[in-house]
C-alpha cells in the first residue's frame, strides 16, 4: 500500500505560482507512474501532469508551457510547480500513485482568482 501525502496548495491571483508536493510512503522509482490530477466543482477528476518511473512526462493540453512535474528520490517525492495560474485552474489536486493498483492522497485545494 502506498500513502500519499499533498501540501503546497493556496490562494493566488491569477498569474501567480504555486508549487504542489506530494511525498509517498515508499521509494517513488518502485512505482510505475506518478501523477497529478484535480477536479473543479461539478467536473470529472481530469489528468494534469504525470511522470513514469522512467522519467517520461505527460500534460494535460491546457497545462503545457505552465506547469512543470519533477521528482526527488531522495525525499520520495513529486512536485508540481504552477506558473502563469488562471481562474480556470481552481479545483482540488490530487497525487496519484499508479502500482498496478491506483493510490490517491487526500487533495490540495487551488484557488485563482481573477
Known amino acids: 500500500q502506498v500513502q500519499l501525502v499533498e501540501s503546497g496548495g493556496g490562494s493566488v491571483q491569477a498569474g501567480g505560482s504555486l508549487r504542489l508536493s506530494c511525498t509517498a510512503s515508499?521509494?517513488?522509482?518502485?512505482?510505475?507512474?506518478m501523477g497529478w490530477y484535480r477536479q473543479a466543482p461539478g467536473k470529472e477528476r481530469e489528468l494534469v501532469a504525470q511522470?513514469?518511473?522512467?522519467?517520461?512526462?505527460n500534460y494535460a493540453e491546457s497545462t503545457v508551457g505552465r506547469f512543470t512535474i519533477s521528482r526527488d528520490g531522495a525525499k520520495n517525492t513529486v512536485y508540481l510547480q504552477m506558473n502563469s495560474l488562471k481562474p480556470e485552474d481552481t479545483a482540488v489536486y490530487y497525487c496519484?500513485?499508479?502500482?498496478?493498483?491506483?493510490?490517491w492522497g487526500q487533495g490540495t485545494q487551488v484557488t485563482v482568482s481573477s
Open positions: 511522470i513514469t518511473r522512467g522519467g517520461i512526462t
Open positions: 496519484n500513485a499508479d502500482k498496478g493498483l491506483r493510490y
Open positions: 515508499l521509494i517513488i522509482f518502485s512505482i510505475n507512474q
